[in-house]
């Protein structure tokens, strides 16, 4: 094995640097760290490998996985395989996006400033909304923290959350929220939606928000005129959404709905599945809330000669400045998936959003459709985008199992997180699932629960 | 060829009809979606998005490229934010379709090498900090931080401990610690530093009582000094029932040579985007493990990546201590990829000598400017030091005018203007890679702008000269703030 190939200095450099520093012994550098803390001997770290070894340890590692590449997968719940334009990888890969960091020089940090402005606009576009930021961490913690800052310009402590959300989102708000000491209240679900008989009993005086999911967690498409009208029934309760952005190619954005703050993750946009993330939560709001958003905002302005530029903007926000009063304490987010998602949208463009769409919504309702043939049980109505729940009448997990050995990753098992829904699977069926596919899986399921 | 001034955005290079994108045509047949969706959720007006050829597309982001600066571009020494090199056997493995071509949710059973690769890394930073227990969930620095507090605040809270209610961080603290502490629910109490820039023992002491839940503090500081006293530090804070709390904005500097859970840290958090080459993707994705001592452990968030006694990989969802999800699924699993991957890339020796390294990059670097810029803390530097350009300031030259004249030579100029103690902060780190050419050539530099600022101050003070734009209005952006691209 050579020399480390990322250290460049050879052992004449430091004796050099040594010379410089005026000092014999490199050990010199240390005398500030006490010697009852210092480490000796070797840390139990494993050992190093050339870069041959390291590729052949990693793709075996890769191998002992099974893909969404190699099977045709039914599994969605918030994550989903979707077509990714091979720009999408070659412009991401350019060094002078990955490996420069937040753009604080703007001078030289125009293109990612650009960049970042351009996706602000596309999620604007999207949602239906006045402003969005530079991104979140995950569509989990964006819905987490528009509840802190419904909490927090209302000054109101109760948040109300649908339990048609995601149930990982909900824990994570959770999580959240008890930080803030914020009481969360979740609303029932009647036929596969928010109950909004329940829900317009529950918002009071003290409701900071109202957070659904639109399509929700069982791909139904919630009334948000219904809910909306509920939330804004009692002044200043903010109504929050949660949406995967690919839906709304197609569907009637929230913001006209009068959202307040939507929410979501950008994954369906031109991003990996890669086992939960990296992935891109987005944030964007109304006028009235933009002095309030967490994260980094990205606005256009000029230089000294009046030419158009970008900078971080509105940074009184933001924890380098506000500290202990800032909005949020983001600071690093998810830029570079921010930029795929970007490049996505834009390959996509105009028709091809509304296409991908439309493929999710016609191909999901063929499989239902094709399923409720064979005489298999679709709940709740058919206003759904790409996923939509069975009910196998047996355990979800063992018939997984069974289609994994016919090769296909299969649905969500519902049970897995509500014990009431034992028996009942969300499949998800994008547009990247040929009709083939579809009708095998349907057989491979017919097969499998008629044989229990 | 220089980067054009002038780059329109991708809306203005729309035309109607253009496409980047190619998609089979729908195989099943279609039904008017008005049958399943109320016509009312069917969206009016299609989402205005632009029109382009895919090499239109290719064209546009390579402009923007070229308008960017990135480590593979240059000398990035940042301070604070290890803008070391990114190596591309990383970005290679984290695309092998194994690992980013599998869902999160899907069988365990099916997903066996994404769980090993977690545990082993898991293994090898506990190994790093000296911690027993580690989650891999927080998706970077600040999200680590709120988490490590919240797994804190459970801890008293299970004790019935309920009055500990302010985390004391010291005045050189990075702006996520009091945010981070305000997030999890906490207060925060500054404690001062000392002449030498380290904690003041004396004003520890007098903040430190039975309200308080955590000390917050990286070691070395933001000041790239190391807290000698960490130790009594540690027993001030135990004494006083707190925990001690770990930022691992600095680790690059101490790998192998000491570590936190020898200090007397009780929880750690570290960026695998800084210290173990992330990349940092203009400004994320990051990654936050936190690490815990032993009693602390039964408050990680859940799941745990377990291995089983028969040798396979799994969750443990069955933490009814756990502070519960911080995020969903497992983390930024790409990010923890390419951390492994460059961990097993350096090994236990590697890792030490890139600490060395890095700490002896910086002390040469400070030594060869500190003729012409005022140096605050006479004593050895770990990873980074903060000059000060108080001695330029005099003559009319602000830290930011030396900082937007460094872009004219080819460099990221440092973190300005942190830590906040020091008048006109230049933060600058190095890193291990680095080459000792790269530090001669960035030294006369900075010593040129100095002498600038002597003999010729206006050019220095109407810096940047080379860039696309020259300094750019940010009053006006955040008086008329304009978020987004309108017809």
Known sequence: MTGFRYLPATDEDRKAMLDEIGIADEDELYTDVPEKIRFHGTLNVEKALSEPELIRLLSGLALKNRTTEQYPSFLGAGVYDHYIPSVVDSVISRGEFYTAYTPYQAEVSQGELQAIFEFQTLICELTGMDAANSSMYDGSTALAEAALLSAGSTRRKKIIVSETVHPQYREVLHTYAEGRKLKVVTIPSADGVTDVTRLNREIDADTACVIVQYPNFYGQIERLRDIEEAVHQHKGVKFVVSSDPLALGILTPPGAFDADIVVGDCQPLGITESFGGPHCGYFAVKKNLIHKIPGRLVGETVDEQGQRGYVLTLQAREQHIRRDKATSNICSNQALNALASSVAMVAFGKQGIRELAAQNIQKAHYAAGQLRQKGFTVLYEDSFFNEFVIDLGQSASSVNEKLMRQGFIGGFDLGRRVPEMAGRMLIAVTEMRTKDEIDQFVHALEVIVDAR | ?487
């Open chain 2, 1 to 487: 060829m220089p980067a054009e001034k002038n780059q329109p955005l991708i809306f203005e290079q729309s035309r109607k009809g253009r496409t980047a994108y190619s998609l089979p045509a729908l195989d099943v047949p279609e039904t008017p979606v008005g049958e399943w969706i109320p016509a009312d959720y069917l969206r009016q007006d299609e989402p205005d998005f632009p029109e382009v050829s895919e090499l239109q597309l290719v064209r546009h982001y390579t402009a923007l490229s070229r308008r960017n600066f990135g480590v593979d571009n240059g000398f990035y020494p940042l301070g604070s934010c290890t803008m070391k090199y990114n190596p591309k056997v990383n970005e290679k493995v984290a695309r092998l379709s194994g690992f980013n071509a599998i869902h999160p949710l899907q069988d365990e059973q099916t997903v066996q090498g994404a769980l090993e690769l977690l545990y082993r890394l898991q293994t090898n930073l506990e190994a790093i900090t000296g911690m027993d227990a580690m989650t891999l969930q927080p998706a970077a620095g600040a999200h680590g931080e709120w988490t490590g507090l919240r797994i804190i605040k459970a801890f008293h809270g299970a004790r019935k401990d309920i009055r500990r209610t302010k985390v004391i961080i010291p005045d050189t603290a990075h702006g996520t610690n009091p945010a981070s502490a305000s997030v999890a629910g906490f207060d925060t109490v500054t404690v001062k530093s000392d002449a030498n820039g380290l904690v003041d023992l004396e004003d520890l002491k007098r903040v430190a009582d039975d309200q308080t839940a955590a000390l917050m503090l990286t070691n070395p500081n933001t000041l790239g000094l190391f807290e000698t006293h960490i130790q009594e530090i540690a027993e001030i804070v135990h004494a006083a029932g707190g925990k001690v709390y770990y930022d691992g904005a600095n680790m690059n500097a101490i790998m192998g040579l000491t570590r936190p859970g020898d200090m007397g840290y009780d929880v750690v958090h570290l960026n695998l985007h800084k210290t173990f080459t992330g990349p940092h993707g203009g400004g994320g994705p990051g990654s936050g493990p936190v690490g815990v001592k032993k009693e602390l452990a039964p408050f990680l968030p859940k799941p745990l990546i377990i291995r089983h006694p028969d040798g396979s990989y799994g969750l443990d969802d069955d933490r009814p201590q756990s502070i519960g999800r911080v995020k969903a699924f497992f983390g930024n699993f790409g990010i923890n990829v390419r951390a492994y991957a460059y961990i097993r890339t350096m090994g236990p020796e590697g890792l030490r000598q890139v600490s060395r390294d890095a700490v002896l990059n910086a002390n040469y670097l400070k030594k060869k400017l500190s003729e012409d810029f005022e140096m605050p803390f006479s004593q050895f530097c770990k990873h980074e030091f903060v000059l000060s350009g108080s001695r330029q300031k005099a003559l009319g030259v602000r830290t930011l005018d030396m900082a937007k004249r460094l872009l004219d030579f080819g460099y990221y100029p440092p973190t300005i203007y942190f830590p906040l103690i020091v008048d006109e902060a230049m933060m600058i780190e190095p890193t291990e890679t680095e080459s000792k050419e790269t530090l001669d050539a960035f030294a006369e530099h900075l010593i040129t702008i100095s002498h600038e600022a002597e003999d010729d101050p206006k050019t220095v003070q109407s810096a940047p000269h080379t860039t696309v734009v020259a300094r750019l209005d940010e009053t006006r952006a955040a008086r008329h703030p304009v978020l987004r691209f309108k017809k």
